[in-house]
């Protein structure tokens, strides 16, 4: 989100003016706040606008194995300090900075606030929504082992389409469909035990990987003695 400047809090002192001696004249009232020509009674509030800006830093959104999040508030020093609406994994550095531990915050959506004081008392405060991003769920079928000669290997991963993706540590006949579904051509591949990872990517950007191992059997030698 785009930082919004706060432009001062507002903090009020009471003076109280006693006159020296009541009003007079016909066209006088005596009421608290009352001003005639040469006396005060009563009580007069003053307020005083704090005059400076306080803004805050809103990071993009991350995936929940993603970086901490980092917040600066300005103006950047002690008179400044932070609260979140976040059960877990937020820091106040106690300079006008803190931090979010993604993976220790957890999935969902958080309201950091930033307050500062300045030296008169008078405070000003600025709100960042951020959102932590949970990973998608991820599987993939294992197939049965098979015999080199046997036939090929299916692999489905789900969520199935086009934007998960197949590696395999196969050095040959492995095919990746490009649609969540890949192939193992065993004759190809050779004899072995092979890696095949599926990953996928959800529309946050956030990526997760489920691997089987497959193994494809050589056929046994057999001989036969001609008499």
């Known amino acids: 989100g785009m930082d919004t400047p706060v432009n001062g809090g507002i903090a009020s002192n009471t003076f109280t003016l006693t006159p020296n001696s009541e009003p007079t004249g016909e066209d006088q009232t ?33 995936c929940i194995d993603g970086s901490d999040m980092s917040f600066t508030g300005m103006p950047t020093d002690a008179n400044g300090s932070f609260t979140s609406t976040a059960g877990a994994g937020f820091t106040d550095n106690g300079d006008g900075t803190a931090s979010l531990d993604v993976s220790a915050a957890g999935a969902g959506t958080y309201d950091v606030t930033y307050t500062y004081t300045d030296a008169n008392g008078c405070m000003a405060s600025q709100t960042v929504s951020v959102t932590v991003y949970a990973l998608p769920v991820v599987s993939l079928n294992d197939p049965a ?18 934007n998960g993706s197949f590696t395999s540590t196969a050095g040959a006949g492995f095919t990746d469909n490009g649609d969540g579904t890949a192939s193992l051509d065993v004759s190809a591949a050779g004899a072995g035990t092979y ?28 001989s036969l003695n001609d008499p």
């Open 145 to 162: 082992d098979e015999c080199i000669d046997g036939s090929d290997m299916s692999f489905t991963g789900m969520p199935k389409d086009e």
């Open 30 to 62: 005596d009421y608290p706040g009352a001003l005639d020509d040469d006396n005060v009674n009563g009580t007069i509030d003053f307020t005083f606008r704090c005059n400076f800006m306080v803004t805050l830093n809103d990071p993009a959104e991350d």
């Open 195 to 222: 890696d095949v990872t599926y990953t996928y990517t959800d529309a946050n950007g956030c990526i997760a990987s489920q691997t089987v191992s497959v193994t494809v059997y050589a056929l046994p030698v057999v």
